[in-house]
């Protein structure tokens, strides 16, 4: 699996996002209190940018008029039709179990871990062929 770094931690403060594209895949980068995790941004019901989405906690209720947020700050909601994800897992708050966006592995790592030789960028051959520059991928 190709790793790629996508920002430092001071660029996506607590309760911030950061929408980041990786080989034609927009991934959307949060930071809950410290803790970071990346989401597809399309919305799987609808195809909306989850990153244009308000983040919201959990509502949760006992009962008729009595009700709790909890977990605030981890769950996205599509600015379409407000369905919401877990920045956690990716699941869905609609469909648990059939709906969810794809998450991704995310890591903190210190800036002396990314100078040894196991990260290298990948390259690709170079050519100039009659005044027109080709990439070969």
């Not at 989401?39 to 919201?56: E, F, Q, T, Y």
């Not at 209720?61 to 947020?69: D, K, N, R």
């Amino acid at each position: 699996m190709t790793r790629h770094v996508v920002a430092t931690v001071d660029q996506i403060p607590p309760g911030q996002r950061l929408l980041v594209n990786l080989g034609g895949r927009e991934i959307g980068i949060f930071n809950i209190a410290g803790e970071y995790f990346a989401i597809g941004n399309r919305c799987p019901h609808n195809g909306a940018s989850l990153c244009k989405g308000r983040i919201v906690g959990l509502v949760e209720a006992s009962e008729p008029g009595a009700y709790q947020v909890s977990r605030r700050g981890e769950f996205v909601r599509c600015p379409w039709h407000g369905w919401e994800f877990d920045l956690r897992t990716g699941k869905s708050r609609c469909e648990p179990d059939r709906t969810k966006v794809r998450s991704y592995d995310l890591k903190v790592e210190p800036g002396g871990a990314l100078t040894d030789d196991t990260l290298r960028a990948e390259t690709f051959p170079v050519s100039v062929e009659q005044q027109y520059v080709v990439v070969e991928i």
